[in-house]
């Protein structure tokens, strides 16, 4: 009893010094409530704001944000530090994340194989008859990710719970009301509040559609008023355009927006009082959409608060005092996951594939894993989004992966334009389309449809099966016509006569999918070829000329280019090899190759793009009218396309080019200027037998990455060939 009693009294302090261990509470005439709007890229001001602060030893009651000032509030009173932030700001792929896909390099081949040909970067879904489009012009997975991430998923039953008590604002999408966020997840908050209508998804919580808090309440005063005497206010909006700034399309709907904004700013900013702050930092030459320009608009800010100082001064604490108050500014670790569940309604994908994917992921490292493994899932391409929430029961922490399957359903559609012309020379043009309808099946399975209709003509058909859901190992058969024009040409660069091939083929293959690199097939083949002359002197040709092959081929692709169009980095390989067989009714024993060999390297502004071409049929008979040929714009330039004819061809070229400038995201990417060196040679002429020597060319162009595809103006020569200006949208260069 003596020892226990003695003990008693040793441990008293402790108990004693309980109270003292609460956290530090300011008193009633300290701190501030901070306001920070709406304003896009704009809003990265906020931070050099909130630096200012800092350095002033201005403690922060409350934060309310809308929309971009939701995104920085928020991170900021979830412990973010300010130079962490704005290291994870300068960081950030903004070009990347902004264009609502994942880097090309990390998405499966097989759903970026049609990258090459000239659609339009709009895909339309197809159900009961009708067009349907996407829910938003940006997918906002990644960006969504991005927020999880900064905030460490944090979800409280109430935001006056974080370390600084915090309110985000959204739009309800029904009936115009401000959504003021309280509670819940942080990230759900903050993706709310920034849903800009119409270019990101808009967010469904409770029965609710929410987007971008800025049409409702662009600067939350009142928000902030209810927990904060003194009110530090920043305004980053656009201000509206003047009568001689709306001069186009985009600019009425830039206007019709700023309209709306200013309308309930200016009611928010009748509740300031004297004794507040309103902060504008002078944002001339940033827009909303400059996310890369974070470092810049943030100076901005800080420059604004110091002109300031004065004013702001008188909210100051001593050192002591503000250091107290900083501790509680502690960013929280990422929770540990005990099990990971799959919730879906799936009408199309497999979920339990899905389910299968993700199971057995638990652990403190369980987030990031099961973030990584949607991304990669994300990437397939069949989802809208793949989010989550984790929920605690009975003392574990539950994820549960929520995916919503593509508002445009299994059946897409895309559309293209291809135009050339040269001088001199033919105008040509090609429409494109193409459907697909995929999960057949719930292995995946796909029904793809091709179609071009122009000078070259296609209609093509193919069945695709993975062996299983999560099998690289795939089968495919496929069933095509394609007429093949051949153009032949005299020596002052003249046509006079033209041969068309009308190729129908079968193929049957197996092959596997080498993940984002590419793919490797091998099958069996068999064609008909039909040969007349649809052009010119019948001396060339004499009626139709029919012949059947059939044999074996492989195909190996491999696709590494960031961009498909101009790609700055990365490689690219597509080699075909067919033998035709008699054994299996072939007319002729030849063989035939086709390879495209890539390299593209970045140094600075300028863009090194090296390619290898070489295609042939070896063996190949005299009345065998399945030819190549050379000639064309960027193909040795200076030549008509497909000028030069022969049983093999090759070519050389590299392409140099620097960006000029952006485009608005309507229009396209960018503009380029550039010069390419090219070098030449055909072999084995079917009517004289001729062979070329090396035949150097080059050209000089402007282009444009666009909506429509690329588009060049360019002009340029080649030895024995005629100075030519060529004009193209979506050339296969």
């Excluded at 962490?84 to 970026?112: E, H, V």
């Excluded at 659609?119 to 009708?130: E, I, K, M, P, R």
């Excluded at 469904?204 to 559609?209: A, K, P, Q, S, V």
Aim: hydrophobic share 40%.
């Amino acid at each position: 009893m003596k020892f226990s009693l003695k003990l008693l009294i040793l441990a008293l302090p402790l108990f004693v010094a309980v109270p003292q261990a609460r956290a530090f509470e300011l008193a009633d005439d300290e701190g501030v409530g901070v306001v920070l709007g709406g304003g896009g890229a704009r809003g990265f001001a906020h931070l050099g704001v909130l630096r200012e602060l800092q350095r002033l030893h201005i403690p922060i009651r409350c934060i309310a944000g809308t929309s971009a000032g939701a995104l920085v509030g928020g991170m900021y009173a979830n412990g973010l530090d300010l130079d962490q932030m704005a290291a994870d700001f300068r960081d950030a792929n903004w070009d990347q994340m902004l264009s609502g896909r994942l880097p090309r390099t990390d998405i499966p081949y097989d759903k970026k194989r049609d990258d090459y040909k000239n659609y339009l970067d709009v895909t339309f879904g197809l159900q009961d008859g009708q067009l349907r489009v996407p829910r938003s012009a940006i997918n906002s997975q990644e960006i969504e990710m991005f927020i999880r991430k900064l905030t460490r998923d944090r979800q409280l039953d109430t935001f006056e719970k974080l370390p600084i008590p915090f309110r985000a604002v959204a739009t309800d999408l029904v009936n115009g009301e401000a959504v003021v966020f309280d509670k819940g997840p942080l990230a759900e908050a903050l993706r709310a509040s920034m849903a800009v209508p119409g270019l990101f998804d808009l967010v469904e919580i409770d029965g609710r559609l929410l987007i971008d808090g800025g049409l409702a309440r662009n600067l939350p005063i009142q928000d902030a008023r209810q927990c904060a005497r003194h009110l530090i206010v920043v305004d980053v909006g656009t201000p509206p355009l003047k009568k001689d700034q709306i001069n186009s399309l985009f600019d009425v709907v830039a206007q019709t927006s700023n309209l709306m904004v200013s309308r309930n700013v200016r009611e928010q900013m009748a509740l300031l009082h004297a004794d507040d702050v309103l902060i504008r930092p002078d944002l001339k030459g940033y827009n909303a959409a400059d996310f890369v320009e974070n470092q810049g608009i943030m100076q901005r800010g800080k420059a604004a608060a110091l002109a300031q100082e004065q004013a702001l001064k008188r909210f100051s604490v001593s050192a002591e005092r503000y250091a107290a108050w900083r501790e509680r500014l502690k960013l929280p670790a990422y929770p540990v996951v005990d099990d990971v569940q799959v919730k879906s309604d799936s009408r199309f994908v497999n979920a339990n594939g899905l389910a299968n994917s993700v199971a057995g992921m638990k652990g403190e490292q369980a987030v990031d894993d099961v973030r990584e493994k949607l991304r990669e899932l994300f990437a397939a391409g069949d989802y809208d989004q793949l989010s989550y929430a984790i929920d605690s029961r009975n003392g574990r922490n539950i994820m549960t992966v929520m995916p919503l399957e593509k508002n445009i359903g299994p059946n897409t559609v895309h559309f293209g334009l291809s135009l050339n012309s040269s001088t001199p020379g033919d105008s040509n043009f090609s429409f494109l389309a193409a459907h697909q309808r995929n999960w057949l099946n719930p292995a995946g399975g796909s029904w793809r449809n091709e179609m071009v209709i122009g000078k070259d003509k296609l209609f093509k058909t193919e069945l695709y099966q993975p062996w299983s859901y999560d099998s690289p190992l795939f089968a495919a058969v496929s069933l095509s016509y394609h007429q093949q024009p051949l153009s032949f040409y005299d020596d002052n660069h003249i046509k006079y006569a033209e041969v068309s091939n009308d190729i129908t083929m079968f193929n049957a293959d197996v092959g596997t999918v080498l993940g984002r690199y590419g793919e490797l097939r091998l099958g069996l083949f068999d064609s008909r070829v039909g040969s007349y002359l649809s052009l010119g002197d019948s001396a060339l040709l004499s009626g139709t000329v029919n012949h059947s092959y059939a044999g074996v081929r492989g195909k190996l692709v491999i696709d590494q280019f960031d961009n498909p169009r101009w790609p700055r980095s990365g490689y690219f390989m597509n080699a075909v090899l067919t033998s035709s067989l008699p054994a299996m009714g072939s007319y002729t024993a030849s063989r035939d190759y086709d390879a495209v060999v890539e390299g593209v390297k970045t140094f600075g502004d300028l863009t090194f793009r090296l390619t290898g071409k070489a295609r042939g049929i070896v063996n190949r008979k005299p009345d065998d009218y399945r030819l190549e040929s050379l000639g064309g714009f960027l193909n040795l330039t200076g030549y008509q396309a497909g000028e030069l004819l022969g049983e093999k061809v090759a070519l050389s070229r590299l392409m140099v080019y620097w960006r000029a400038s952006s485009l608005p995201s309507a229009l396209g990417s960018g503009l380029y200027a550039g010069v390419s060196g090219e070098v030449g040679r055909v072999w084995g002429n079917p009517f004289d037998g001729h062979t070329t020597q090396w035949i150097p060319a080059g050209s000089v162009f402007l282009a444009a990455d666009t909506i429509f595809g690329p588009f060049f103006l360019g002009v340029g020569n080649a030895k024995n060939g005629k100075l030519s200006g060529y004009v193209y949208l979506g050339a296969d260069y």
